[in-house]
């Protein structure tokens, strides 16, 4: 069974940076063929979808992070993850990643593609 455990979150002052990582076990196959993405919840609103990375390395942002949020994975680690530069008051949100159950797949930000969750990793951004 595919398990993911996030790590990396805190609190940090608007304009810090953080980076967060998922570290995943469990694969039957290469965890370089699936597709991984990052979510976050904040208190009171629906789950989002923030960056996604496909097993070719290609990605896709969501547009309130673009150029600010940057996501890679280490496929020798089986390990994500998320760098957070330029931090805003409405990035606070718990952070989860996310892993496709189908390999080769593309670069999602729909959490109906993923089949794999983290408990997540709570980042509050202060004003």
């Known amino acids: 069974q595919v398990r993911l455990v996030e790590s990396g979150g805190g609190s940090v002052q608007a304009g810090g940076s953080l980076r967060l990582s998922c570290a995943a076990s469990?694969?039957?196959?290469?965890?370089?063929?699936?597709?991984m993405g990052w979510f976050r919840q904040a208190p009171g609103k629906a789950r989002e979808g923030v960056a996604s990375?496909?097993?070719?390395?290609?990605?896709a942002y969501a547009d309130s992070v673009k150029g600010r949020f940057t996501i890679s994975r280490d496929n020798a680690k089986n390990t994500l993850y998320l760098q957070m530069n330029s931090l805003h008051p409405a990035d606070t949100a718990m952070y989860s990643c996310?892993?496709?159950?189908?390999?080769?797949?593309?670069?999602?930000?729909?959490?109906?593609?993923?089949?794999?969750w983290g408990q997540g990793t709570q980042v509050t951004v202060s004003s």
């Open positions: 469990g694969y039957t196959y290469p965890y370089s063929r699936y597709s």
């Open positions: 990375i496909a097993s070719d390395g290609s990605t």
């Open positions: 996310a892993a496709a159950n189908v390999p080769y797949g593309g670069v999602w930000l729909e959490m109906g593609r993923f089949g794999y």
